[in-house]
T-cell receptor, first 109, second 118 residues
């Protein structure tokens, strides 16, 4: 079966750095996405990785290792507005997105 | 970037009635649209995938006669919840896929529709 694992909840301090991990087992791989979702709102796109390595975009970076079935989202200089759920999703061989359950990130002052 | 709109943003209806939700891609053509449902504190659950001009493909456990999907044009898909019941109360989100020049297959999400059935 297909499976995406990520921690249910994480807590970090404003100004700090946090890394949210995601491991996956899917039938085929056509890229991994990270989305941010604030409560009561739809997800918004953060990053896309299809090749191994680190993609940096401002305060957010995403890493992928296809051989390990592993990705992480790194958030730097945390701000209170970063409190949200972070969803990891993998596009399988049928170009369908397989979603993780999401990681709720709580930022404390 | 690409924008997807959804209407209505929230709706309250009585049990037994039907509700139609519209999903539009505003500045791009979406050959594929997806309908998701999300219950509180849970992740997105894919309900169905619709391709313009053809029948929707429903996920296992989703009743096609209850959740009617029509993808009549490259910019519009509709989801109709028929004979709604309180257990259908949820956050319904659509997304539209545009193939980028880099073959990213990124999905753009609508703002969601919160349905409450009383």
């Amino acid at each position: 079966g297909q499976n995406i694992d990520q921690p249910t909840e994480m807590t970090a301090t404003e100004g700090a750095i946090v890394q949210i991990n995601c491991t996956y087992q899917t039938s085929g791989f056509n890229g991994l996405f990270w989305y941010q979702q604030h409560a009561g709102e739809a997800p918004t796109f953060l990053s896309y990785n299809v090749l191994d390595g680190l993609e940096e975009k401002g305060r957010f970076s995403s890493f992928l290792s296809r051989s390990k079935g592993y990705s992480y989202l790194l958030l730097k200089e945390l701000q209170m507005k970063d409190s949200a759920s972070y969803l990891c999703a993998v596009m399988d061989s049928n170009y369908q997105l397989i979603w993780g359950a999401g990681t709720k990130l709580i930022i404390k002052p | 970037g690409a924008v997807v709109s959804q209407h209505p943003s929230w709706v309250i209806c009585k049990s037994g009635t039907s509700v139609k939700i519209e999903c539009r891609s505003l500045d791009f053509q979406a050959t594929t649209m997806f309908w998701y449902r999300q219950f509180p504190k849970q992740s997105l659950m894919l309900m169905a995938t619709s391709n313009e001009g053809s029948k929707a493909t429903y996920e296992q456990g989703v009743e096609k006669d209850k959740f009617l999907i029509n993808h009549a044009s490259l910019t519009l898909s509709t989801l109709t919840v028929t004979s709604a019941h309180p257990e259908d109360s949820s956050f319904y989100i659509c997304s539209a896929r545009e193939m980028t020049s880099g073959d990213t297959y990124e999905q753009y999400f609508g703002p969601g529709t919160r349905l409450t059935v009383t």
